[in-house]
């Protein structure tokens, strides 16, 4: 027996003396040595008292000791649990007490609120500082550089991750050793790394993008990342002449876009730039290709699946979709009441079955009944359709529809258009309770800079482009959306804000 995802992302870089982490600073990380911490971090696990199937909750900065705690799990065939940074301690109390997890590592200036969290639910509390200080690394030195790797089959549990818990308490994702690891290989593939691929990694690793996506794929192409904190503009643009390949949220091309240090020349050389975690506008598309020649590859995925779809490598890279299903991925639209299968152009349910697919949420078996169907098919509460050429368009998050008057409104519809207006930087619609109608539309524009959206006007134009019941009753207008840490627009925090707008 074998473990497949560690020996095939971890254990075949052992004894290769080449750039796998390129830190801030100037210095470099090879493989080998990257490979040699995570066995002493696995023999630290062991140490702790975590044995084959226990989890482990991390809640640490983004660092190259924090990214082999994860290749240490996968070699100790422990469950890797990655939490958002941001999180406060009531929050990692209910992830820790919901997990089980054996072990919360998080920051030494963390500790203090941290500690009764652990203690609360029997779990050993120990820290990891973004500098690679702390308990747990010194629990690891003077460890032997290798361990002997646990036997994993490919339906074991290798990681959870919590979705956002937008609507009730927040789900526990299973995702398996062939969960990750098929996703990466068709990834790879699809997108054309190799070794010689540097990607400029600016993501946190507590999510699916930076850590499933980012990291898996680099690790199993055997190229380097530069490995930066989080996205400073200025830090971001001092690497891309070092760098071949970028992964993204649209708020850091748009960030790029507006310094006038981001020019083609910059980016010649570069093979790749691709966008995910929340809709890009079509037309940061425009600008980004206007600006460097290249034109970014948009894609879908989620928590509970990874990456579903994606725009292709060669062909039209077409905006305002996220191209065709992955090999191995089926995608299928669906009638949200009935399940049944719906014909290219019309709008339902977006729904996925493949390798990639989750099995379940944890300790939820009802939950996983709901949304996974005996099938195998996902059902993934995102609205889209397949057009014509095949390509998916997402319209929105189900929760996100609004029924005003008997009539669906499909947000992203409207705020297309809205998008479109002199003025507006970006819009968000949303629906809030109406005496009449069940529910309004309502158009939240955040303002180009320096400028402010005539709402009357935009109003008017409307008129011209959408039925009437799809016309906002109500304009609101922002500096900025709220969003959360992958750029994704916070429209439970919006339709909290204007949920009395019409009462």
Known sequence: MANPLYDRLFGRHAGRDTPFLHRPGGTTLTHDAFVRMAARYAHALTAAGLEPGDRLAVQIAKSPENLAVYAACAQAGVIFLPLNTAYPPAEVDYFVGNSGAKLLLCDPADAAALAPVAAGHGARLMTLAADGTGSFPAAAEGQPESFDTVDRAADDLAAFLYTSGTTGRSKGAMLTQDNLLSNAETLVETWRFTADDVLLHALPIFHTHGLFVATNITLLAGG??????????DAVIEALPRATTMMGVPTFYTRLLDDPRFTGALVRHFRLFVSGSAPLLADTHQQFEAVTGHRILERYGMTETN????????GERRAGTVGFPLPGVELKVTNPETGEDLPRGETGMIEV?????FQGYWQMPEKTKEELRADGFFITGDLGLIDADGYVQIVGRGKDLIISGGFNVYPKEVELVLDAQPGVKESAVIGAPHPDFGEGVVAVLAAEPGARPDTEAIAAALGGSLARFKQPKHYAVVDDLPRNTMGKVQKAALRADFADVFR
Do not use: A, E, H, Q
């Open 307 to 314: 990456m579903n779809t994606s725009n292709p490598y060669d």
């Open 224 to 233: 380097s990342m530069i490995f930066l904190p989080k996205f400073d503009t």
């Open 353 to 357: 079955r493949g390798p990639n697919v």
